[in-house]
């Protein structure tokens, strides 16, 4: 950060009398939206007949999902201010937020069916990219900031496949960056109820939840003075699985 705009941040908090280290946390909390995404994944051993309905076996998983997101969020008398991208909007205030997300993982995953072969649990690790593109406006006032992080994502699964081409699958997504800034963190939880098209294409449709959060940073590390986010979203998800 330059250090005429740090400055500026640190005059700003004097004058509206919270310190920033005290800042409010910037919160969204929305529901309704839509959310697709896209998964490619290659049969490493052993190689299925129809590599789109899920088996026992071994294979290399990359997926993509994202999201465009709008909430408010009001600020009371007495509040600390929100700090974002480069401003202290001070209370009290209605924030507006708008923000773009995306999401890219590459993971190992193991899947295992059990008895008739109907029941199977999944298990999945490797590595993720997050992309929040956020815009914050409140009184004619806006700042605006894109975060990306890499880190180390996990995954836990369970798929119900009740009939030869159609499965219900749900999963459990964690997300750490390793970050003391930014998204530092998230998870996702998704039900699907997935249908093969064909050998290799697969269309899922069902309800998509994510929480992104950041940390604050360490307090002598005087260079990071945003809010930590706290953000929810959930809505109706479609997807497209291309497997091989």
């Known amino acids: 950060m330059q250090p005429v705009r740090f400055l500026a941040l640190l005059a700003a908090s004097a004058l509206i009398g919270a310190p920033l280290a005290n800042a409010e946390d910037l919160e969204v909390n929305d529901t309704g939206n839509f ?3 896209a998964r490619l994944s290659f049969d490493i051993a052993p190689r299925g ?5 899920p088996h026992t076996g071994h294979g290399i998983e990359i997926g993509f999902s994202g999201a465009s997101v709008d909430d408010k969020q009001n600020i009371g008398v007495g509040d600390s201010p929100v700090v974002f991208g480069g401003r ?5 205030a209605e924030l507006r937020h708008e923000f ?8 190992y995953r193991y899947r295992h069916f059990f008895g008739s072969g109907k029941f ?3 298990g999945l690790g490797g590595i993720g990219f997050s992309e929040l593109d956020l815009t914050t406006t409140s009184g004619g006032v806006s700042a605006s900031d894109k975060i990306s992080n890499g880190g180390l994502v996990a ?3 369970i798929v119900w496949k009740f009939l030869e081409s159609t499965s219900l699958q749900s999963r459990i997504t964690l997300f750490g960056s390793g970050s003391t800034e930014g998204v530092t963190g998230a998870a996702r939880w998704d039900v699907h109820l997935a249908y093969a098209l064909g050998r290799h294409a697969a269309l899922r449709a069902g309800l ?11 307090d002598d590390d005087d260079s990071s003075i ?3 986010l706290r953000v929810g979203f959930s809505g109706v998800s479609l997807g497209l699985d291309v497997a091989f």
């Open 226 to 228: 945003n809010s930590p």
């Open 88 to 92: 202290a909007f001070a209370a009290p």
């Open 120 to 122: 199977g649990i999944e």
């Open 155 to 157: 995954g836990f699964g």
């Open 208 to 218: 998509v939840g994510w929480g992104i959060g950041s940390a604050r940073a360490d």
């Open 100 to 107: 773009d997300w995306r999401f890219l993982e590459i993971t």
């Open 35 to 37: 959310i697709p995404s």
């Open 49 to 53: 007949e129809r590599p789109s309905v």
